[in-house]
């Protein structure tokens, strides 16, 4: 089974930027739709961006324009990269693949996330 490790997060104040890595263990991104999602303390897991293996991206509204999703299909890596942080953007971060594309329902199995903090 695929294992994905999140890592990038960290605190940082609001305007900074960070980039989140996502690493897979086996080849899950060629070919499959995969997608960021985040997590705040009680609430629910949302998507944040997804993308096809075709390249096309999709963003929840309050993260376009800040938030850009990518992949490196030789290093088997997502990447998330973030601008412009707000502290609403604080969430535990988790990547999954495959997902359903349109609806973006996440098939593959969680890893660890990583936390990212947007504090002055």
């Known amino acids: 089974q695929v294992q994905l490790v999140e890592s990038g997060g960290g605190l940082v104040q609001p305007g900074g930027s960070l980039r989140l890595s996502c690493a897979a263990s086996g080849n899950i991104f060629r070919g499959n739709a995969m997608g960021w999602y985040r997590q705040a303390p009680g609430k629910q897991r949302e998507l944040v961006a997804g993308?096809?293996?075709?390249?096309?991206?999709t963003y929840r509204d309050s993260v376009k324009g800040r938030f850009t999703i990518s992949r490196d299909n030789v290093e088997n890596t997502v990447y998330l990269q973030m601008n412009s942080l707000k502290p609403e953007d604080t969430a535990v971060y988790y990547c999954?693949?495959?997902?359903?594309?349109?609806?973006?329902?996440?098939?593959?199995?969680w890893g660890q996330g990583t936390q990212v903090t947007v504090s002055s």
């Open positions: 999954n693949a495959p997902v359903t594309i349109g609806t973006w329902r996440p098939l593959g199995s």
């Open positions: 993308l096809t293996s075709g390249g096309i991206t």
